[in-house]
């Protein structure tokens, strides 16, 4: 992966169109989360350290082309000020005379916030009229949302086409990161792949069969698994129409070389809430659900965490909102992060539920990267090619 980084570009009086993820949750009117703000700082900091011009581009909400007063990045800015510990300047418009007049005010070392990118059509369109708008306004182009990066949009992929482009500080990590996972990877390679359907996570798992020494399956997607084995799920969540697919992707596995690995001990309930009378069963019995993987699948994924190098994670392994269904998802959570924490794995995780869930076992801080993209990062795990980030290679 080739891609060049602000250390490449010359900042000094520069003006740098800054694309940012801040798309960050509110409560009660005040952001209630930090995490998107705080990671792209380094980024901002770095500009104006160097006496650059920083103008931030992001969008709010879905706002579908149309001015929507309530998604106006206009309220994050108090939040942006704040975090930053700088004002920040704020223009009505991320293109046209509003946008023009506001980058012209600006002096090194400033910030502007500019208006939400999708209040305009050509946007979500990438339009090249609208990428020209934006490319106006500036001298180089730093893209610092891995998390829009599987979107072509106006402001991540035709933007990067008409001016000098580069990783910002978080997408250079997250790049660095996902390289050293599945690009280049030390071997043996385990995924973990859990959560709830097999059938929003085909194309995933296909590709990491192909990459991958071996695959733990985990969650309700692991029942589809067992069933097309003919192990009896009882009342679990389980897509029976999608057997056959999961006998198909058992064979790829096999055929490749790749180490498939299902629970062999199951934890049951007859009700799906907290703290439910439960028990370890080999077989699910027919009036009960699965609900998370037993002590002996713990056991076998640890041991296999231990004789690998490399750990890319997406899903839990079971129904971890809800005590005492968290047990495999916190254990395995925690060996993975004792293993890299001395310096035997490479970890890197990825996905709302999972960081949740990594979260929760208090074993986040211990991971290699832990990448809150989302859906950019399913779809480099899926092994699509990512518009954002193929706008920035050479």
């Keep these: 992966m080739d891609f060049k980084t602000l250390d490449a570009m010359e900042l000094t009086g520069k003006t740098a169109l800054v694309r940012v993820d801040i798309n960050v949750p509110f409560e009660n009117g005040a952001v209630s ?29 879905r706002p579908k082309g149309q001015v929507v007063p309530e998604m106006s990045l206009a309220q994050v800015r108090p939040a942006l000020e704040a975090r930053l510990g700088k004002p920040v300047a704020f223009a009505a418009d991320c293109i046209g005379k509003p946008a023009k007049d506001a980058v012209l005010a600006m002096e090194p070392g400033d910030v502007l916030l500019l208006e939400n990118t999708r ?4 946007e979500e369109k990438n339009d090249p009229m609208m990428a020209a708008a934006l490319a106006a306004l500036g001298d180089i182009y730093v893209n610092d949302a891995f998390s829009a990066a599987h979107r072509a949009h106006a402001s991540t992929e035709g933007i ?5 482009a580069c990783a910002g500080r978080l997408m250079e990590a997250e790049l660095t990161a996902l390289e050293a996972a599945l ?27 192909e990459k991958v020494d071996a695959l733990v399956i985990g969650g309700g997607m692991a029942n589809t698994f067992l069933a097309a084995q003919a192990h009896p799920v009882g009342k679990s969540l389980c897509e029976h129409d999608l057997a056959e697919t999961a006998r198909v992707i058992l064979d790829k596995a096999e055929a490749r070389g790749c180490r498939l690995l299902l629970p062999v001990d199951l934890v049951v309930a007859r009700d799906f809430r907290a703290n439910a009378p439960s028990e370890i069963v080999t077989e699910c019995p027919e009036d009960a659900m699965i609900l998370d993987a037993g002590p002996e699948s713990v056991s076998q994924i640890a041991a296999l965490f231990g004789n690998s190098r490399t750990l890319i994670w997406n899903g839990p392994l079971g129904a971890f909102e809800i005590e005492p269904f968290d047990a495999a998802t916190n254990a395995a ?18 996905g709302g539920d999972t960081v949740a869930a990594l979260n929760r076992a208090g074993a986040a801080g211990d991971f290699t990267y832990i990448s809150t993209a989302g859906g950019a990062f399913l779809e480099w795990m899926e092994g699509k090619t990512l518009p954002g980030v193929a706008a920035l290679e050479p």
Excluded: M, Q
């Design 33 to 61: 989360d930090f995490t998107r703000i705080d990671a792209v700082l380094p980024t901002i900091n770095d500009i104006v350290a160097a006496g650059g011009k920083a103008v931030l581009l992001a969008h709010f909400g």
């Design 119 to 122: 209040f305009h059509a050509g």
């Design 160 to 164: 990067a086409r008409l001016l000098p």
């Design 183 to 209: 690009g280049n990877p030390a071997r043996p390679v385990v995924a973990v792949v859990g959560g709830a359907k097999v059938s929003t996570k085909l194309d995933l798992l296909g590709n990491l069969i």
């Design 333 to 350: 959570a925690r060996e993975a992060a004792r293993l890299t924490r001395e310096g035997g794995l490479v970890s890197v995780a990825g």
